[in-house]
């Protein structure tokens, strides 16, 4: 079992950017995929961006040129830079890790979720 904890969300102005955190503990030898993932009100949870093994990297077309993905010299840690935000991408966002080693699914530990919110 793998818990995770996510930290650094918070308010921030339209153009602003945050960097989310997210440290793992518990069974972290079995990672493998390390991401982060977001859901708006009414919305699915969808992929921000995604890390594998290899250090091969997926990102939303959203994402693309505004967010970073990546981890810490251990295994236990995942980061996500984010710049330039807009109201749009207001939402919460959930750490996620899996033993897989693809990034076509989410993995099946998620953290609590921490939320993110852009003003106008």
């Known amino acids: 079992q793998v818990q995770l904890v996510e930290s650094g969300g918070g308010l921030v102005q339209v153009g602003g950017s945050l960097t989310l955190s997210c440290v793992a503990s518990g069974d972290i030898d079995k990672i493998n995929v390390m991401g982060w993932y977001r859901q708006a009100p009414g919305n699915q949870r969808i992929l921000v961006a995604g890390?594998?093994?290899?250090?091969?990297?997926k990102y939303a077309d959203f994402a693309k040129g505004r967010m970073t993905i990546s981890t810490g010299d251990t295994k236990n840690m995942v980061f996500l830079d984010m710049k330039d935000l807009t109201p749009e991408d207001t939402s919460v966002y959930y750490c996620?890790?899996?033993?897989?080693?693809?990034?076509?699914?989410?993995?099946?530990?998620w953290g609590q979720g921490i939320q993110v919110n852009v003003s106008s």
């Open positions: 890390i594998n093994p290899g250090g091969i990297l």
């Open positions: 996620n890790v899996g033993d897989q080693r693809g990034l076509a699914l989410p993995g099946r530990n």
